[in-house]
């Protein structure tokens, strides 16, 4: 349970066979290293070039590990990132999120590849560009949060929204939004009039574009902020009530 959160990828096997081919090599260079005295037949020259050889074929694959495995190891980090997000949101600890790595995104027909994301029985599945987004932004200073940073979040927010089992997308939305600056502080730490900020932006966005493909206007539905907020407001004086009774 405490590494659900992981996934293997085209990029995870590389990792491993890279990992292989490094240890391989170390150990060939260790034994040609130990026995190069042994040889004494063989030309100085002919020594060296072997050596250079035997290091350069470790030295490669060495670096390559370095590369893939810091792109591996930045997108399980987001996808922990986005499963505690989506936990904190559901309430749940069996719940992940995944983020679609390139080749699934690129290959296959997923519904993922038009929309932000989709949410299954115990996980969400999150757009690749969106992922993208937010494990750039993870990896940095983390001072700058823009509105790209600030939709992703509000993608795995809202997919986590639809695990709590909210099915209609318009309430998803208005939950989503509604409890985006809390669970973008409690979670990442952004402060929270950037994320007001963020929520002022979203709201502005026009529903009834039919250009504005990213509101997911393909699936037919719009949202009214002043309902959203007097259901949240009703909601709040309900809770109350019941708190003082």
Not at 43 to 66: D, E, G, Q, S, T
Request: negative net charge; glycine residues 4%.
């Amino acid at each position: 349970m405490a590494i659900s959160w992981f996934s293997v990828g085209m990029l995870t096997v590389i990792c491993v066979l890279l990992i292989v081919v490094v240890i391989i090599q170390t150990k060939k260079l260790i034994v040609y290293i130990k026995n190069i005295k042994k040889k004494s037949n063989d030309v100085l020259a002919y020594k060296i070039i072997v050596l250079v050889c035997r290091v350069i074929a470790l030295i490669v694959p060495l670096a390559l590990i370095i590369d893939a495995g810091y792109h591996e190891i930045r997108w399980q980090y987001t996808q922990y990132v986005a499963t505690t997000i989506t936990r904190y949101v559901t309430g749940r600890d069996d719940i992940t999120a995944r983020c679609v790595r390139r080749l699934d995104f690129n290959l296959m027909n997923l519904p993922i590849s038009t929309v932000g994301g989709v949410a299954k029985k115990t996980h969400s599945e999150i757009n690749y560009n969106l992922c993208r987004i937010l494990a750039q932004w993870l990896m940095s200073d983390r001072e700058e949060v823009t509105n790209e940073v600030g939709w992703a979040l509000h993608t795995i927010i809202h997919e986590a929204v639809h695990l709590t089992g909210e099915e209609n997308e318009p309430k998803t939305e208005c939950k989503s939004i509604m409890m985006h600056e809390d669970v973008a502080f409690e979670t990442l730490g952004i402060d929270r009039e950037v994320s007001r900020r963020f929520v002022e932006y979203y709201k502005a966005l026009d529903y009834n574009d039919p250009t504005n493909w990213a509101l997911h206007l393909a699936l037919g539905y719009t949202v009214d902020w002043r309902e959203c907020e007097t259901a949240e407001n009703t909601e709040q004086e309900q809770e109350e009530e019941t708190s003082t009774e």
